[in-house]
């Protein structure tokens, strides 16, 4: 087999490299620390407080048969329409869905994310548990009580497109509204 100069200079560098060093790795290395072990045969115990049992009493914490520990806050995640990233949020589990908006637009705004919202005002959006959900989550549910951390936040639709003047409308009804015309799918089409 032909030597090549690569492999040649490489062992020769390596062989520079450890010149002068220890031939053995570090006791610490190992897990021993930096004395010598007195016994090498035996295995080293750890410390620990064998007195801390020795009147042969265990020590049991009381089971408190009253409620359960209670929940003082939740971490939600909010996807804005258009958005790439879900918003986290940790929000007290006795605020309602109308808080749960109002804090999303407020962190929303606050980190600047893109697309800018046309409107900051939390009358004119809904939350969702899906964005494949047409019905719209009630502004006076507990979060507590919604079964999900997980949300998705549009504009309420209103008669002219999106978010603007007028009268709001679920997007159930808009989805009733599509099934009895003739062509259903052309209205789900962005022309």
């Known amino acids: 087999m032909p030597v090549n100069s690569k492999n040649a200079n490489r062992k020769e560098t390596e062989k520079n490299h450890r010149r002068g060093k220890l031939q053995e790795k570090a006791?610490?290395?190992?897990?021993?620390g930096t004395m010598p072990h007195p016994n090498p045969g035996e295995l080293r115990r750890p410390k620990t407080l064998p007195e801390l049992f020795s009147s042969g009493r265990t020590v049991v914490e009381p089971v408190s048969s009253?409620?359960?520990?209670?929940?003082?806050?939740?971490?939600?995640?909010?996807?804005?329409?258009?958005?790439l990233g879900a918003l986290q949020i940790i929000i007290s589990p006795e605020s309602t869905v109308?808080?749960?908006?109002?804090?999303?637009?407020?962190?929303?705004?606050?980190?600047?994310?893109?697309?800018?919202?046309?409107?900051?005002?939390?009358?004119?959006?809904d939350l969702h548990y899906s964005q494949f959900s047409l019905e719209s989550i009630g502004r006076e549910q507990k979060?507590?009580?919604?079964?999900?951390?997980?949300?998705?936040?549009?504009?309420?639709?209103?008669?002219?497109?999106?978010?603007?003047?007028?009268?709001?409308?679920?997007?159930?009804?808009?989805?009733?509204?599509?099934?009895?015309?003739?062509?259903?799918?052309?209205?789900?089409?962005?022309?």
């Open 27 to 32: 006791m610490s290395f190992h897990g021993r």
């Open 66 to 83: 009253s409620k359960p520990p209670r929940l003082t806050k939740l971490l939600l995640n909010v996807t804005v329409q258009g958005s």
């Open 98 to 125: 109308d808080d749960l908006i109002d804090a999303a637009i407020r962190l929303y705004v606050k980190e600047a994310r893109r697309p800018f919202l046309p409107e900051s005002e939390p009358a004119r959006f």
């Open 143 to 191: 979060l507590i009580s919604l079964g999900s951390r997980n949300f998705f936040m549009c504009g309420r639709k209103e008669n002219g497109g999106l978010v603007g003047s007028g009268s709001s409308e679920s997007c159930s009804k808009e989805a009733e509204k599509v099934g009895k015309t003739g062509f259903h799918w052309l209205k789900f089409m962005g022309f």
